[in-house]
C-alpha cells in the first residue's frame, strides 16, 4: 500500500505584467501556495491554492491557506493510504470546515499522484478527455479605454484570445457602460466582450448597468451584485436578455443547488478554488448542466499548475457554452512550469501527461519562494 510519507507547502510571490483591477483591488503581484505530496514509493504529487488580491476577495489569504495545511489537514493525511483521494477528501471535509482553498490545493497534488502512479492523466480519472483544447478568455482590466482597446487588438491579430471580459465596478455604472460600449464598438463581430462587476453593485445599480451593456452588445455579466442578495439576480437573470452569470455565489454544490432552485442565474462560473476542489467543482458543473445552464471555466489566477489541473477538468466537459478564462499563468511575468502551458489560435491546450500534466521549474520555484519552505513528514510507525 502506498502512504503518504511528507506533505510540503511553500508561498509564491508573482509579478504581473501589470496592473489588474478589480472592483475591490488593484492585484500586482499573485501569491500561490504550492503543495507537494510525497508517497512512500517514491512518487509525488503537487498542488495549488490560489486566491485574489489577499483577502479583499474571499475569506481566505495566501498564509491562512499554508497555517491550514500545515496546522490541520497535513495531520491528518500523514501514513494515510495515497490512492484512495475520496476517503482522503471526506475525512477532511469532516475535521476542516470551510477553507475551500486549502483543500483545493492538498486535493489537487492527490489527484496528481494518483494520475502518475496509473500513468493516466487526470481527465481520465473523471471519465475522461473529450477536447484536447478549450477556448480562452483575456481580461481588460487596466482601467484604462485606450490601452484595453489596444491589447484587445493586439490579441486578435495575434489569434491569441477573441474573448474579452472587462473588469468593471469601480467608477460609476454610466462611466463603466461608456468605456464596455467604446471597446466593444472598436472590436466588432470579432471578439465576444462580457463584463465582470464582482460584486460591486446595488439592484437598482445594475438594472441601469445590465440594462446599458446589454444595448452596448455586451453578451454577460458576472456576479453584478452581493453574492448574498440571490433575490436580486433572479430579478436581473429574468428581466433582461444579457446572460447573468454567478461567480462569487458558487461555493460548492451546495450553493449550485441554490442557484438553480432560486433561479439566480443563466450561466455558472466555475471555480475548481472556490468549489473546494476538483470533485466538488465536478459536482457544481453536473448541477449545472442538469439545470440546463451555461458553463464557463472560471479562474483565480492561478499559475500554469492550478490552470493544468483545472484544464484537465474542464476537457472533460462536451459543453462549454461560454468558455473559459483559464489564463492566468498569462498575466504572470514569469511562470513556473518546466514546460509551459501552450495558448495559440484563441485556445489553451490541455497537457497530455500523467497526473496533471506538468512539471515544475526548480529556478523558477526558488526564484520566487517566500521564505523557506514548509514540510511535515510521517514518523515510521
Same mark, same amino acid.
Not at 468593471?168 to 462587476?197: C, L, M, P, T
Given at each position: 500500500?502506498?502512504?503518504?510519507?511528507?506533505?510540503?507547502?511553500?508561498?509564491?510571490?508573482?509579478?504581473?505584467?501589470?496592473?489588474?483591477?478589480?472592483?475591490?483591488?488593484?492585484?500586482?503581484?499573485?501569491?500561490?501556495?504550492?503543495?507537494?505530496?510525497?508517497?512512500?514509493?517514491?512518487?509525488?504529487?503537487?498542488?495549488?491554492?490560489?486566491?485574489?488580491?489577499?483577502?479583499?476577495?474571499?475569506?481566505?489569504?495566501?498564509?491562512?491557506?499554508?497555517?491550514?495545511?500545515?496546522?490541520?489537514?497535513?495531520?491528518?493525511?500523514?501514513?494515510?493510504?495515497?490512492?484512495?483521494?475520496?476517503?482522503?477528501?471526506?475525512?477532511?471535509?469532516?475535521?476542516?470546515?470551510?477553507?475551500?482553498?486549502?483543500?483545493?490545493?492538498?486535493?489537487?497534488?492527490?489527484?496528481?499522484?494518483?494520475?502518475?502512479?496509473?500513468?493516466?492523466?487526470?481527465?481520465?480519472?473523471?471519465?475522461?478527455?473529450?477536447?484536447?483544447?478549450?477556448?480562452?478568455?483575456?481580461?481588460?482590466?487596466?482601467?484604462?479605454?485606450?490601452?484595453?482597446?489596444?491589447?484587445?487588438?493586439?490579441?486578435?491579430?495575434?489569434?491569441?484570445?477573441?474573448?474579452?471580459?472587462?473588469?468593471?465596478?469601480?467608477?460609476?455604472?454610466?462611466?463603466?457602460?461608456?468605456?464596455?460600449?467604446?471597446?466593444?464598438?472598436?472590436?466588432?463581430?470579432?471578439?465576444?466582450?462580457?463584463?465582470?462587476?464582482?460584486?460591486?453593485?446595488?439592484?437598482?445599480?445594475?438594472?441601469?448597468?445590465?440594462?446599458?451593456?446589454?444595448?452596448?452588445?455586451?453578451?454577460?455579466?458576472?456576479?453584478?451584485?452581493?453574492?448574498? &442578495? *440571490?433575490?436580486?439576480?433572479? !430579478?436581473?437573470?429574468? +428581466?433582461?436578455? /444579457?446572460? @447573468?452569470?454567478? #461567480?462569487?455565489?458558487?461555493?460548492?454544490?451546495?450553493?449550485?443547488?441554490?442557484?438553480?432552485?432560486?433561479?439566480?442565474?443563466?450561466?455558472?462560473?466555475?471555480?475548481?478554488?472556490?468549489?473546494?476542489?476538483?470533485?466538488?467543482?465536478?459536482?457544481?458543473?453536473?448541477?449545472?448542466?442538469?439545470?440546463?445552464?451555461?458553463?464557463?471555466?472560471?479562474?483565480?489566477?492561478?499559475?500554469?499548475?492550478?490552470?493544468?489541473?483545472?484544464?484537465?477538468?474542464?476537457?472533460?466537459?462536451?459543453?462549454?457554452?461560454?468558455?473559459?478564462?483559464?489564463?492566468?499563468?498569462?498575466?504572470?511575468?514569469?511562470?513556473?512550469?518546466?514546460?509551459?502551458?501552450? &495558448? *495559440?489560435?484563441?485556445?489553451? !491546450?490541455?497537457?497530455? +501527461?500523467?497526473? /496533471?500534466? @506538468?512539471?515544475? #521549474?526548480?529556478?523558477?520555484?526558488?526564484?520566487?519562494?517566500?521564505?523557506?519552505?514548509?514540510?511535515?513528514?510521517?514518523?515510521?510507525?
Amino acid at each position: 500500500m502506498t502512504k503518504i510519507d511528507q506533505i510540503e507547502t511553500m508561498i509564491l510571490d508573482i509579478p504581473t505584467i501589470r496592473g489588474h483591477v478589480l472592483s475591490m483591488a488593484t492585484m500586482r503581484t499573485q501569491t500561490a501556495v504550492l503543495v507537494r505530496i510525497r508517497c512512500s514509493d517514491g512518487s509525488e504529487g503537487i498542488g495549488e491554492g490560489t486566491t485574489i488580491g489577499g483577502l479583499s476577495y474571499g475569506a481566505e489569504s495566501p498564509e491562512g491557506i499554508q497555517s491550514a495545511i500545515d496546522t490541520y489537514i497535513t495531520p491528518l493525511l500523514l501514513g494515510r493510504e495515497a490512492d484512495n483521494v475520496n476517503g482522503a477528501i471526506q475525512l477532511i471535509d469532516k475535521l476542516v470546515k470551510g477553507n475551500r482553498i486549502a483543500k483545493t490545493a492538498v486535493e489537487i497534488a492527490l489527484w496528481d499522484g494518483l494520475g502518475k502512479r496509473l500513468g493516466v492523466p487526470v481527465s481520465q480519472l473523471f471519465g475522461g478527455a473529450v477536447n484536447q483544447k478549450l477556448p480562452v478568455a483575456w481580461t481588460l482590466a487596466s482601467g484604462n479605454s485606450d490601452t484595453d482597446i489596444a491589447e484587445a487588438q493586439e490579441m486578435i491579430e495575434t489569434r491569441r484570445h477573441n474573448i474579452f471580459k472587462l473588469k468593471i465596478g469601480k467608477r460609476s455604472v454610466r462611466e463603466d457602460v461608456a468605456h464596455v460600449a467604446r471597446i466593444k464598438q472598436v472590436v466588432g463581430d470579432a471578439a465576444s466582450v462580457r463584463v465582470d462587476v464582482n460584486t460591486a453593485w446595488s439592484l437598482q445599480e445594475a438594472r441601469w448597468g445590465l440594462k446599458g451593456l446589454q444595448d452596448a452588445g455586451c453578451e454577460l455579466v458576472e456576479q453584478p451584485v452581493a453574492a448574498r &442578495y *440571490r433575490r436580486a439576480m433572479a !430579478e436581473l437573470t429574468k +428581466g433582461y436578455e /444579457i446572460a @447573468v452569470m454567478a #461567480d462569487e455565489a458558487l461555493n460548492g454544490p451546495e450553493d449550485a443547488l441554490a442557484a438553480v432552485r432560486e433561479n439566480c442565474a443563466d450561466v455558472f462560473a466555475v471555480k475548481v478554488a472556490q468549489s473546494g476542489g476538483l470533485k466538488r467543482a465536478s459536482e457544481v458543473i453536473a448541477i449545472g448542466q442538469a439545470a440546463g445552464l451555461g458553463l464557463y471555466g472560471g479562474t483565480m489566477l492561478e499559475t500554469g499548475l492550478g490552470t493544468a489541473a483545472a484544464l484537465q477538468l474542464f476537457a472533460t466537459i462536451e459543453t462549454l457554452h461560454w468558455g473559459t478564462e483559464f489564463f492566468g499563468p498569462l498575466l504572470l511575468t514569469d511562470g513556473i512550469l518546466a514546460e509551459p502551458l501552450i &495558448y *495559440r489560435d484563441f485556445c489553451v !491546450e490541455v497537457p497530455s +501527461g500523467p497526473g /496533471i500534466g @506538468v512539471t515544475l #521549474d526548480p529556478d523558477k520555484i526558488a526564484a520566487f519562494r517566500r521564505g523557506a519552505q514548509r514540510s511535515m513528514k510521517a514518523i515510521a510507525g
